[in-house]
């Protein structure tokens, strides 16, 4: 059974940082890409990143270049998003995603989902 776990999400001020984490089970992590992709209330969800499951490329949304950082440990099983310089548009709660293919911004096309991390940003 494939699980991801997220956590690492808070409350933080107008340009504080987090680092959520995405823990997986089940997979060997080096198979998938790993999208982030976060959602705020009454809105539809957005990808925000995404790090390839082959090569180690990185996407990120134009929203959030510059100010988040993705990477990976296989070893660990585990798939980081440093977030810095928060703004209050970023709250919501962030979900990341495996696919068995290269990075997607579509969900619709991952496989597996965690449970989400609520991010705050808040003054």
């Known amino acids: 059974q494939v699980q991801l776990v997220e956590s690492g999400g808070g409350l933080v001020q107008p340009g504080g940082s987090l680092r959520l984490s995405c823990a997986a089970s089940g997979i060997t992590l080096d198979y998938y890409a790993i999208g982030w992709f976060r959602q705020a209330p009454g809105k539809e969800r957005e990808g925000v990143s995404c790090i390839s499951n082959s090569d180690g490329s990185r996407y990120y949304a134009d929203s959030v270049k510059g100010r988040m950082t993705i990477s990976r440990d296989n070893a660990k099983k585990t798939v980081y998003l440093q977030l810095d310089s928060l703004k209050p548009e970023d709250t919501a709660v962030y979900y990341c995603?495996?696919?068995?293919?290269?990075?997607?911004?579509?969900?619709?096309?991952?496989?597996?989902w965690g449970q989400g991390t609520q991010v705050t940003v808040r003054a």
């Open positions: 995603a495996a696919r068995g293919y290269d990075c997607s911004v579509r969900f619709i096309e991952y496989d597996y």
